[in-house]
Structures are given as C-alpha cells and as structure tokens.
Antibody, heavy 124, light 107 residues
Framework: QVQLQESGPGLVKPSQTLSLTCTVS??????????WTWIRQPAGKGLEWIGR???????NYNPSLKSRVTMSVDTSESQFSLNLSSVTATDTAVYFC????????????????WGQGTPVTVSP | DIQMTQSPSSLSASVGHRVTITCQAS??????LNWYQQKPGKAPKLLIY???DLEPGVPSRFSGRGSGTDFTFTISSLQPEDIATYYC?????????FGQGTKVEIK
C-alpha cells in the first residue's frame, strides 16, 4: 500500500531555512488524482495546513506562510519537499506530509494517507 | 479563511456510551467536511469524508452528518481504543482548515 515518510533535520537555527522531504512508496507520485501536502502541528495544539503540490509542480500555499514557503516535487525520486525560510520558534512543530485525494466528479477531497510526522525544533 | 469551531474541547464518557462532537463552519461549506482521529504520537487518521461517508475499514460505530455550517460526529458505543483527539476539516476552500480538536477520554 502507499506509504509516506518524512525526512530532514530535527533542529534548525532561527532565521535559517527548514527543509523537509517526503518520500512516497507503493505507488507513483504521478498517478491518480492526488495533491501532495504538508501539515504541521505544534506540541499540544491543532493542525495547520501549510500547502500542497501537484505532480506537475503547481502549488497552493497557506496565505499565512506564503511569503516563506516553497514546495517542489521530484517525480523520478517519488519525493516532494518543503522549504520554510526565516524560521522562528513559532515554527517548532511536528511536520506531516499527507496525500490529499480528490474526486473530479463530485469535488470530494480528503487527507487519506499520512506520514508518521517528523518533529522540528527551531532553537539556537 | 473558513473558521471551524468544534465543541466541546474535551469530554469524558463511559465505555459503551454515545459520544457526540459538533463542528461549526464560519460559512456554508455544503458537505465538504471530513473527520479525523489522532492518537497520541501518531498521525491523524481519516474516519469520515464528505460529512457522512465512512472511510473503508473504519468501524461502523463512527458516523457523521450535517451540511451547510453545522455538523456532528458520533461514536455510537465508545470503546477504549477510541481514546483520541478528533478533528473536523473543511475542504470547501483554500486554505484547508481544521477545528481545534476534541479530546475524548474514558470516564
């Protein structure tokens, strides 16, 4: 079955760029009607949608983070990535990658497959 | 952004009892709402999509209903393994947004 796995540094210094990669296994990242998504969760808090990328490279970002977020996709490696620049302590969170399936016919959408999450701490 | 407001923020119920969580959207989202379960230290798991459709493999004691701005999520008979935080999420618009979560505990 399809699995997602996040990877990247667990510690990032303030003002630097947080870089994470999500590797998709069990299916091609280019197959089907899916968006590839990043979501984060500060400790003890709720879920925040960061943005998404389609296999052809089109993106949508959360306006609250848009000026600092860049996402990319590497279909040959079946990976997609997140760069978040100029980080501060408020960016400390568990970062999840997830697959958003969508139904062209009825407009349905859901995050149906998630990675296990990777904790990232922003600290000197 | 569409704001999603869940209530209560936490609840405690006995095993076998019925549990209901509500989710209110700040604007009409039709049926464009999903429900997730998150256990401590784990990723969220999709339970209900399109407001009322059960994701394959999810026990039938979980259900959802509603449309427009008001939605409910029900566990018909609470089981010990249902201890978790539950989130609603809208997909009517970008950015996708979640409710603040409802923590369910056993009394």
């Amino acid at each position: 079955q399809v699995q997602l796995q996040e990877s990247g540094p667990g510690l990032v210094k303030p003002s630097q760029t947080l870089s994470l990669t999500c590797t998709v296994s069990g299916d091609s990242i280019s197959s089907g009607s899916y968006y590839w998504t990043w979501i984060r969760q500060p400790a003890g808090k709720g879920l925040e949608w960061i943005g998404r990328i389609f296999s052809i490279g089109s993106t949508n970002y959360n306006p609250s983070l848009k000026s600092r977020v860049t996402m990319s996709v590497d279909t040959s490696e079946s990976q997609f990535s997140l760069n978040l620049s100029s980080v501060t302590a408020t960016d400390t969170a568990v970062y999840f990658c997830a697959r958003e399936r969508w139904d062209l016919l009825n407009g349905g959408s859901a995050f149906d497959i998630w990675g296990q999450g990777t904790p990232v701490t922003v600290s000197p | 952004d569409i704001q999603m407001t869940q209530s209560p923020s936490s609840l405690s119920a006995s095993v076998g009892h019925r549990v209901t969580i509500t989710c209110q959207a700040s604007q009409d989202i039709s049926i464009y709402l999903n429900w997730y379960q998150q256990k401590p230290g784990k990723a969220p798991k999709l339970l209900i999509y399109d407001a009322s459709d059960l994701e394959p493999g999810v026990p039938s004691r979980f259900s959802g209903r509603g449309s427009g701005t008001d939605f409910t999520f029900t566990i018909s008979s609470l089981q010990p393994e249902d201890i978790a935080t539950y989130y609603c999420q809208q997909y009517d618009n970008l950015p996708r947004t979640f409710g603040q979560g409802t923590k369910v505990e056993i009394k």
